[in-house]
Every structure is written in C-alpha cells, then in structure tokens.
C-alpha cells in the first residue's frame, strides 16, 4: 500500500497543528460555530445527538496492521472501545470529545491517518472496489490513480468550499463493486482499443433525495488527463452549482437543468484550456505510486491444497463459512476472506478494539500485514492461502468475526440512523438487528441466498437504500418514526434504483414485511434466480400485494 | 489598525495601509428576505443581478483619489469614470455571482486595472477561488487581485493559492494574526494559480 514520504508526512503533520490551532480558537470563542463548522466538517468532525462524530479516512478502503492498531487504542483510550466502518470505507468514532480531537488527529498521524475531507462540502474520500488488486476480473488496478487522486483533492485551495459535498468513486472490474454510477463522478477503467489504460468517466449519479444513476460524459479518457478533467468538471459545478438550496446542490441538478449535452460543452470548453498542461499526470509520477500498489510477495502454490479440502468435507460449518465469506484471488492458492462486521443481532459495521486487534494478527499473520474495509461495512483479508484458511476461520470465529452470511440477506448495510444521527428520521440499527434475528435461521438464510437488504436513517441515504435489492428509509410522520420499502434496487454495472412499494410501516411491522417480501420471493422464483432477479421478471406488483393483503388481515 | 494584508513580490506578507476607498451602493429599499426550501437564501446564483437601478443611481462616487467600485456600478457611470481609469484610479469589485465574461465585456485589456477585487460576501462561498483561479490564468490579469468581503484566516492560504495577492480581512478580527494563514502548509500537493504540481516541482522518487 502507499508509504508517506517525508512530504506526505509534513502535510499531515501541519495540518494536525493547523487543526489543534482552529479548535483552540473556537473553544476561547475566537471563532463562531459558523466559521468552525467546515473546519471541523473538513477534519470529519460532526456534532451529533450524544457527542461528536469523528470520521477517519481509510482512503480507498486500504488499512495496514499498524493502522488498525492504531484505530484500536484510540477507540479504548478517547471512546468506548468500538468503532464503526461507514459506507464510504471510512471508520467512525461515536463518542469522542471535541477537545480530545487534535490530540487524536496527531496519534493517527503517526501511522499515516487523518481525517482529513471526510466531511464537509469538498471533495470526499475516494472509494473503490474492495477487492482491487486481486479480483479475478479485474481489468485495471484503480488504486495507484485513486492515490493520485487523493493527493491532488486534499486541500484543493479552489474547490474547499464547494455548493456541496463531491464524491468520486473508481473501478476497474468487469462487475462494477465501487457503484460508480452512484457518485458525483464516477471512473470507470478499462483497456481501450490500444491496450491502454483508460478512463469512461459517470457524472452526475448520487442517492439521497434525488436519487438518480449517472451519465457517461466521456467515453474515452486517457488516463493522464483524469486530473484535467475532473477539474474541468469540478470547475463548471463550483460556479454554476446551486448554492441557494441545499436540496439542490449536488451536481446531478446541475446535469439535470442543463442537460448532460449542456454540462459536457461547458466541461470540455474549460478542459481545452487545461488539456496537456502541467495536471497531466506523467508516466514518472504514475510509476512512483504504482510501485507501491505491485502485487504481493506470493507464493507459487498449487491450485488445490490437501488439507483444505479435507476441512472443506468434513467440517460443514467451516464449508459454509467458506461458501460465503472466501473469495476467489487471481493467484493460484489464495483466496480473499470477508470477516463479517455482521452478526446477528448487533449494529452492523461496528467493531469493537478487542476485535481489531485480532484481525490486525490475522492480517500480519496470514495477509502481508493488510485489509481492506468494504462499503458493506466488512473487513477484507485479501491475500490469505487456502492452507491457512481454517485456521483464519477458527481464529475468526472466536472472535466473533465469522458469520457466514456475506452477500444474503442478514449482510444489511445500514447507516448509524437515529441512535446517533443528528439529521435521522427514525433509527435504523435496531431495524437491522430486528431483521437479523427475524431471519437466524442459516439454512433458511442460504436457502433465500443472495439479497442485499439497506437501510437508511433518512434520505440522505447513507446506506445506500436505493441501490439495495430491498431498501428501507426511515421517514418521519407526524413526529412519529415509519419506515418506506423499495425493492428492485441493485449496485453493479446495472445498477438500477428500487421502486417504492407503497405506504410505509412501522418498525414493530418491519421484520414481518421483509418476511413476506422473501414468501413472495420463495413461490415465485424460478431456477437459480436470485431475489432481484425475480422482482425484475414480475415487477412489484405481486411483492406488493402480498405484503398488503396480509397486513389488512392482521390489523 | 489597518485590515489589508499585502503579499511582497518576495512572498512575505505585511499589514499595509489600504490607498483604496470602496464604493458601496446604498442598501435596497425593499429587501425582501428569500426562502428555498424553508431557509433563508444566503448565495446569489452565478449571474444574478447585484443591484437595482435605483441603488445605482444613488450610489456615492468620491470626485478624487483611488476608488473601488463594484462592476455594476462602473456599467451605470461609465461615461464620468472612463477619464480616471485612464488616470489609474479606478478598481473593479466583481462579486462571485458575477462572472468574468462580464468584466472582460467592460475592459478589453484587463491589466488596464491596478486592482480587481472579488468580494465574497460568505466565507464558505468558493466561487470566490475559481474566479481568482480564471483572472490569473486564463485573462493573464497580473496586477493586484484582492479578497474582500468575508475574508478569514482560514481560508487565505487556498486564497493565495488561487491568485489573490492581497486579502482584506474582516474589520472585527486582526490582520496581524491572520497573517499566519497564509502559511499553513509548506508543499502543497496539488498545482494551482501559484504552482505546479508537487511531482513537477519536487523529485519524489527517492522515497
Ligand atoms: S442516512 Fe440520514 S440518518 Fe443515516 S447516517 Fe446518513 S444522515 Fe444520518
């Protein structure tokens, strides 16, 4: 993974003391809650209901042993002994106090950390697939690009105060896992017609009040010019994005009002200005990151291993652990393991500092000392051999860590909600853990098989509800707290938005309703379909009426 | 206490005496407070009209010494100031609802003017950045470009990075202690009006 050089560290380690320098304004009362708000905003300081939110940038997802580690103690020692990972890769700490912050910030940036633009109205943390590197179907490794990216976003002088926040997600593989579509701007890499890496560059997606898929607005971008054009865009949205409504202000109502014909002359008339000038990125400073991202020091290792598959036939708890949460490596012998942030009945994408520590030994152990969080909210050991995998599992499973359940139905992707959320309308974990026991039940689980289910607090749709093949968002009525499902949603190269199913529920309902979406699933599917693969082929008019029809009954 | 930092051409940045005297048309007789969406409107849409005529026609213009008017107001009494631009005297306050293309309409050769100022009338508006960013680079302005408005320490260094070379901090915080921000990091990764790239600038490779 990346290393700082000494330019990295001096960056970070002034913007720490720029940092303590604005907090100990703003405590004397030098600076009013107004002018503090996108400092601390900019450092991924939020204030929440019960104290301040503190979002630390795992960028792109990767982590190192050490950083974990360092996320461990400081979860014990300034909070209490758990952190969250968000569906942006980041992790969240629910309870630190505000004057603790700078002294945080300067133990992260011992090992590499910040918190640097994981908030505020600039451009975020860049996500991507959390098996980059190593998926079988990947065609491009985006991270040494993303790293790139990252380094011309932080402190950005011309777009720090944007109309709103600006996300840019990347991707290299044939099944899109980054939801590119579903971002400000969305890269998608690929090798054009002369085996060059290349960029089909999505503007415009984003979920939340409006949600809407993006649109290509160039097809065929040479990688060096991503910096260029990703100005040229940013540009065209700080003036012309709508600052007069915060409703308004993401750049996909700006592509809307223009039209995507519109936005692009206006992009490519300023990119013209910009094209082959020093933002190009030369081959030199591609090869110096690149060098950091190289594959791993792997073993050459047969493809099968004895006492794998001796464990795989005779421990059926450990097959189906492997069915769910091992996945398949471009590297003879190694698998990547999913250690699942999801067990029944607790929030999802919380982990405790007891469990970090484990999983920075299994990392060092077993996976060159690294992993990946995922924006399911999951832990990634990418590079494990397929000999150590029963021993991951078993090490794993003492901790809690292994659930078989990765990618069905339990796996719930949700948003912190109104537990913690200052702008939730309803809570949302307690509507997971309701789900997540309703359904503990693991052969009933494999049986209903692949099923995204996302919840969001509200509709700023942190978890992603839109994209889940059942999503659910709280709403307020009347002050009182209900829920709306959608189905049909989906993530990947087709990606589609979920359809509303018709008047929201309670949260004592929930649990019901999702089991009778799954009845209507069961009767219905045919073949190997999956849950949205049936929904696609019905519609929802049959999901519909069954989970409405029986609620007359009940009520 | 004078509020206007300078940047030297050696980079050091002082507190300088501020030679300018702004011209500010006279306030709205109906100023209505907007709402979008339940709060209030606090950002004019880029391209926005500043002020109405009768704001224009009453606006004070001191007869001598260097004044600072805003664009619209050059637009309305162009005819009487046309022979102090000629003298030097005029600068143009552009708002960052305001564009450009509109100034240039007003003055072929931008350099005719000693000083542009854009006057940013929220902090966290910043349009104020990408309008420094088009003076300096794409119109070739190379004469004094100042920040005035809501200008705070913590945003001069992204200020100095767009372009702007003096800063006129706002009147209830000092200077002298802004003076700092301008200082906060020391290599910037990203290039910008002020600089290239950092693996233009810098060779990173032995790292
Ligand atoms: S979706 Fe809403 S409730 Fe949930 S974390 Fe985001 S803002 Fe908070």
Redesign the interface.
């Known amino acids: 993974m990346y290393?700082y050089?000494?330019?990295d560290q001096?960056?970070i380690n002034?913007?720490v003391a720029?940092y303590r320098d604005?907090t100990r304004r703003f405590l004397a009362g030098e600076?009013s809650d107004d002018?503090f708000r996108?400092?601390r905003l900019q450092n991924g300081l939020y204030i929440q209901r019960h104290a301040p939110m503190l979002r630390i940038a795992v960028p792109y997802g990767l982590l190192s042993s050490k950083q974990l580690r360092k996320l461990a103690d400081i979860a014990t020692r300034y909070d209490r002994g758990y952190g969250h990972f968000s569906t942006r890769q980041n992790m969240q700490l629910n309870w630190p106090k505000l004057e603790d912050t700078p002294e945080i910030l300067a133990e992260l940036a011992t090992v590499e950390m910040h918190a640097i633009q994981t908030s505020g109205?600039c451009i975020r943390n860049i996500t991507t697939d959390q098996f980059a590197g190593i998926a079988p179907d990947e065609i491009i490794d985006p991270r040494a690009i993303a790293e790139i990216m990252r380094?011309?976003?932080?402190?950005?002088?011309?777009?720090?105060?944007?109309?709103r926040k600006f996300k840019i997600a990347v991707s290299g593989t044939e099944q899109d896992r980054a939801i590119v579509q579903a971002h400000d701007i969305g890269l998608e890499f690929y090798l054009d017609a002369h085996g060059q890496m290349a960029i089909k560059v999505w503007v415009g997606g984003g979920l939340g009040r409006t949600p809407i898929l993006g649109t290509v607005i160039r097809e065929h971008l040479e990688w060096q010019h991503v910096?260029s054009y990703c100005e040229a865009i940013i540009?065209v949205y700080?003036?012309?994005g709508?600052?007069?409504?915060?409703?308004?202000a993401r750049i996909k109502i700006l592509v809307k009002a223009l039209g995507i014909d519109e936005f692009k002359r206006q992009v490519e008339a300023e990119w013209a200005?910009l094209k082959d000038g020093?933002?190009t990125i030369?081959q030199?400073?591609l090869d110096?990151v690149a060098h950091y991202f190289e594959p791993m020091p792997y073993q050459t290792l047969p493809a099968h291993d004895a006492s794998f598959d001796a464990a795989l036939a005779s421990n059926p708890a450990f097959a189906a652990w492997v069915k769910r949460c091992v996945h398949a490596h471009r590297v003879p012998g190694y698998r990547a393991v999913t250690l699942s942030l999801k067990p029944h009945g607790k929030a999802p994408g919380d982990i405790t500092s007891e469990q970090m520590h484990v999983v920075a030994d299994l990392a060092d152990a077993y996976s060159f000392g690294e992993l990946r969080s995922s924006h399911e909210q999951n832990l990634i050991l990418a590079d494990v051999r397929l000999s150590d995998l029963f021993a991951v599992w078993e090490k794993a499973r003492a901790a809690g860590l292994a659930t078989p359940n990765i990618g069905l139905l339990t796996d719930i992707i949700c948003c912190p909600g109104g537990d913690f959320c200052s702008l939730a309308n309803a809570k949302s974990i307690p509507i997971a853990e309701a789900i997540q026991r309703q359904f503990d039940n693991l052969d009933y689980l494999y049986d209903i098989g692949e099923l995204e289910l996302n919840i969001s607090g509200c509709m700023n749709a942190c978890g992603h509800h839109h994209v889940g093949h059942i999503g659910i968002l709280g709403v307020d009525k009347d002050g009182s707290e209900w829920y709306q499902v959608t189905i049909g949603g989906k993530q990947g190269k087709d990606a589609s938005i979920g359809t509303v199913i018709g008047p929201s529920f309670s949260a004592e309902e929930m649990p019901g309703v999702v089991q009778r979406l799954i009845e209507v699933y069961v009767r219905e599917r045919q073949d190997e379909e999956r849950f949205i693969d049936t929904v696609r082929r019905i519609g929802i008019a049959p999901f519909k009426a069954h989970v409405y029809a029986e609620q007359e009954v009940v009520s | 206490m004078s509020q206007l930092i300078q940047l030297q051409a050696n980079g050091q940045a002082r507190v300088v005496e501020d030679t300018w005297t702004r011209v500010i048309p006279p306030a709205a007789a109906d100023a209505a407070v907007?709402k979008?969406?339940g709060?209030v409107?606090?950002?004019?849409?880029?391209g926005e009209a500043s002020f109405t005529e009768e704001q224009l026609a009453q606006t004070h213009i001191p007869p001598t010494g260097n004044i600072l008017v805003p664009l619209a107001v050059w637009q309305a009494h162009k005819a009487t100031l046309q022979p102090r631009l000629a003298a030097g005297e005029i600068g143009i306050v552009l708002a960052t609802h305001e564009t450009v293309e509109a100034l240039q309409a007003e003055f072929a050769d931008l350099n005719q003017l000693p000083l542009i100022a854009i006057f940013v009338e929220r902090?966290?508006?910043?349009?104020i950045?990408?309008?420094g960013?088009w003076l300096r680079?794409?119109c070739g302005f190379k004469n004094e470009l100042r920040a005035i408005g809501d200008v705070?320490r913590?945003?001069l260094?992204?200020?100095?990075?767009?372009g702007f070379n003096s800063f006129l901090i706002r009147a209830d915080r000092s200077a002298e202690a802004a003076l700092s921000g301008l200082n906060?990091?020391?290599?910037?990764?990203?290039?910008?009006v002020d600089d290239?790239?950092?693996?233009?600038r810098?060779n990173?490779?032995q790292?």
């Open positions: 290393k050089d000494p330019i001096q960056l002034e913007r720029q604005q600076l002018e996108p400092l109205n380094q011309w976003s932080t402190f950005h002088p011309e777009f720090a105060l944007l109309p910096l540009r700080n003036v012309h709508r600052r007069d409504n915060i409703y308004k200005h020093p933002l030369t030199a400073e110096r | 907007r979008q969406a709060k409107v606090l950002f004019k849409l880029t902090f966290s508006d910043g349009r950045f990408t309008l960013h680079s794409r705070l913590d945003q260094f992204f200020h100095k990075r767009a906060d990091f020391s290599q910037p990764y990203q290039g910008a290239v790239p950092v693996w233009r810098l990173r490779s790292a």
